[in-house]
């Protein structure tokens, strides 16, 4: 019950961005959420939620961990390919600077979920109102770099995936018996508190 509930919000939010339509050349991508899309962001971070060490990335190009929570590409990755443009980098990554501020950026961190308690026992992570503040900084650096205008237009045309909710069962009410959420809320009643705070983020985004 609880882990079909998760996909339905996933793949919800999968519809949503990719909804934003046709690829075009050029165009940037954004990604924001948890561990089934962060693509190293929490390899710069304090946390124990990290995918530095083998066997993750043991079938990427590098056969080496890079940060993915993934033996191979991830679904970022995988629609990045699609669209026929390089992978993102990571936000927290010292090369994404210059001309690839213009392929998008990676803001997803391992770990948290919709709430704003999700995921607290792994520390420094960048919770979700983090990663659209960096979002904000990303914008301020893309307009620096190729003016306002011009960056306000990339960012309008730009497909953006969001991928949220799982850890809010797996890392929140189902983390320990008897958990604050679990004593607090019925499981549907979850359900729609935390759609309705996922409501709140879609419309911060
Ligand atoms: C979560 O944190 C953000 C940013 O600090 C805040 O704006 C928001 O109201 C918080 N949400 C809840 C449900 O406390």
Known sequence: MASCLVCCIIVTSLFTSLSFASAQQGRAFFAFGDSLVDSGNNDFLATTARADAPPYGIDFPTHRPTGRFSNGLNIPDIISENLGLEPTLPY????????RLLVGANFASAGIG???????QFLNIIHIYKQLKLFAHYQQRLSAHIGKEGAWRHVNQALILITLGGNDFVNNYY??????RSRQFSLPDYVTYIISEYRLILRAV
């Open 92 to 99: 927290l990554s010292p090369l994404l600077v210059g001309e």
């Open 114 to 120: 919709i709430l704003n308690d999700t995921g607290f």
């Open 175 to 180: 983390l320990v018996p008897y958990s604050v």
